[in-house]
């Protein structure tokens, strides 16, 4: 309590009235129960690009990943791309000697030969539907040519998923990327649009990047994926957590699987065009790695920037409120992807992001 002859500070009733612009709750990243809902009524209904058909070139040959904690295959059989669930497989990847045993899941190849699933036994939508038009932007560029997987990494962050998936719709992070203040930050990177599409999915229109501004980089022109001018920068963000970034010469897939409220694996990928020259791939994994590898210049700090924001708002932390309450024509500082993702993600569990605890259903309160 304040003395008979203090007073509070000037700003102490402004810190307390609720913003009047939009917000969500700090209980949306770190609350036990809000993480269970998310596996049940997200991860288990959406469709999940679990790997690539490069990892998978022979019959028989198989890749492993767990969705919403059930441990899920793909194999590359003579009908095709298979999955199942609830497998006694664990290594990450091989080549089957027999008969897979197992539930089979809903299981696509769309989108630059990704390899799609879903837990749900009964998929309103097709992967094409599911997507809604977010990799139109590249889709001359993926689906001209096969592609090829080329650089994998992960990393295991005590943050939340969301968190991750944020740098991709906020501006305020990118400050930190010495590399992107000096290469791109002009007038036609901030006039960039954040697009939104249906089921929480978000874009980020192009841009020409200005590699040789940069000292020991060079102009990546000649290696632009097909039908894609030189030098240009796309970004689509899919919910709930996944992304893919093309610049130029170089493909990257982020993938999430959350491991707790405040913990989540990040699986990083990079693809060339599988008839690359050997000279040819080694640019384009110098190119790759020099930005996204794990000692480039961009990846490592926005991993930092989540990782510090994973302590401040980790479980049992003061709840907050995170603003998106910027409005700035659809452009790159606007928090319209923030406010879309956060939208689609309220309608999924069926609550208010502000107030998520409000009307979360109850088989997944605590007792």
């Known amino acids: 309590m304040y003395g008979r002859n203090s007073?509070?500070?000037?700003?102490?009733?402004?810190?307390?009235?609720?913003?009047?612009?939009?917000y969500i709750s700090s209980e949306c990243y770190n609350n036990h129960d809000v993480y269970l809902a998310e596996q049940e009524m997200i991860f288990s209904k959406v469709w999940v690009p679990m790997c690539h058909m490069s990892e998978m070139y022979e019959l028989g040959d198989f890749r492993t990943t767990s969705i919403a904690g059930v441990p899920v295959i793909a194999v590359n059989t003579n009908q095709g791309v298979r999955a199942?669930?609830?497998?006694?497989?664990?290594?990450?990847?091989?080549?089957?000697?027999?008969?897979?045993?197992?539930?089979?899941?809903?299981?696509?190849?769309?989108?630059?030969?990704?390899?799609?699933?879903?837990?749900?036994?009964?998929?309103?939508?097709?992967?094409?539907?599911?997507?809604?038009?977010?990799?139109?932007?590249?889709?001359?560029?993926?689906?001209?040519?096969?592609?090829?997987?080329?650089?994998?990494?992960?990393?295991?962050i005590d943050t939340n998923y969301k968190l991750w998936h944020d740098t991709n719709s906020e501006f305020y992070h990118d400050f930190m990327h010495y590399f992107n203040r000096v290469s791109g930050f002009n007038d036609e990177y901030f006039a960039r649009k954040n697009i939104p599409f249906d089921n929480g999915h978000v874009n980020v229109s192009s841009?020409?990047?200005?590699?040789?501004?940069?000292?020991?980089?060079?102009?990546?022109?000649?290696?632009?994926?097909?039908?894609?001018?030189?030098?240009?920068?796309?970004?689509?963000?899919?919910?709930?957590?996944?992304?893919?970034?093309?610049?130029?010469?170089?493909?990257?897939s982020d993938t999430v699987t959350p491991l707790g409220p405040n913990k989540v694996l990040i699986e990083f990928k990079g693809y060339g065009l599988r008839k690359d020259t050997p000279e040819e791939r080694q640019t384009r994994i110098k190119h790759h790695n020099s930005i996204w590898g794990p000692f480039g210049r961009n990846l490592h700090e926005d991993l930092i920037g989540v990782a510090g924001q994973g302590t401040t708002m980790r479980e049992g932390t003061e709840t907050r409120n995170i603003l998106h309450g910027r409005?700035?024509?659809?452009?790159?500082?606007?928090?319209?992807?923030?406010?879309?993702?956060?939208?689609?993600?309220?309608?999924?569990l069926g609550v208010n992001p502000a107030r998520p605890l409000e009307h979360l259903p109850d088989v997944y309160q605590a007792a």
């Not at 007073?7 to 939009?22: G, H, I, Q, S």
């Not at 700035?328 to 993600?345: C, F, K, L, P, Q």
């Open 7 to 22: 007073m509070p500070p000037r700003n102490r009733v402004n810190w307390l009235k609720k913003p009047k612009v939009e």
């Open 84 to 156: 199942y669930r609830d497998t006694h497989i664990t290594q990450p990847a091989g080549t089957l000697s027999g008969p897979i045993e197992g539930d089979e899941l809903h299981c696509e190849v769309k989108h630059g030969q990704m390899v799609w699933v879903t837990l749900d036994p009964n998929p309103t939508q097709d992967v094409e539907q599911w997507t809604a038009g977010a990799f139109d932007c590249i889709a001359d560029a993926i689906d001209t040519e096969e592609l090829e997987v080329f650089h994998y990494h992960k990393a295991i």
């Open 207 to 252: 841009f020409t990047v200005n590699y040789e501004e940069y000292d020991g980089f060079e102009d990546r022109g000649e290696l632009s994926f097909p039908n894609l001018p030189p030098n240009q920068w796309y970004m689509v963000d899919l919910f709930p957590g996944f992304n893919f970034n093309l610049r130029g010469s170089a493909y990257r």
């Open 327 to 348: 409005h700035e024509n659809s452009t790159i500082h606007d928090e319209v992807g923030m406010r879309h993702y956060y939208g689609a993600w309220g309608d999924f």
